[in-house]
């Protein structure tokens, strides 16, 4: 479907450096339009270095996976040493 008689404003960031996406795409609001262009990119940019800090939390989930299986583990291992000196 498309709008006729609409106009939307958007940054568009090329990022050649990424090995996962070749442009970023962002459409500005209305009710914002006496915001300038440094402040637009600053905030582009900033939405995009939070979205790749998801991508590093994300990483580490076997980490966490592994100490909380240790953790069972001993915990296991506490209550069955527990259960055999009683």
């Known amino acids: ?3 006729r008689g609409c106009q939307k404003q958007m940054i568009v960031l090329q990022t050649p ?13 209305r009710e914002n339009q006496s915001v ?8 582009a940019n900033r939405i995009i270095g939070n979205g790749v ?11 966490r996976l592994l100490i909380f299986l240790l953790g069972v583990a001993l915990g296991a291992g506490i209550f069955a040493l527990i259960c055999f000196l009683r």
């Not at 300038?36 to 990119?41: E, L, P, R, T, W």
């Not at 800090?53 to 980490?63: D, F």
Request: charged residues 30%.
């Open 17 to 29: 450096q990424s090995g996962v996406f070749e442009s970023a795409f962002f459409v500005l609001r």
């Open 53 to 63: 800090g998801l991508c590093r939390r994300a990483r580490r989930l076997p980490e």
């Open 36 to 43: 300038g262009q440094d402040d637009m990119i600053a905030e």
């Open 1 to 3: 479907m498309m709008l």
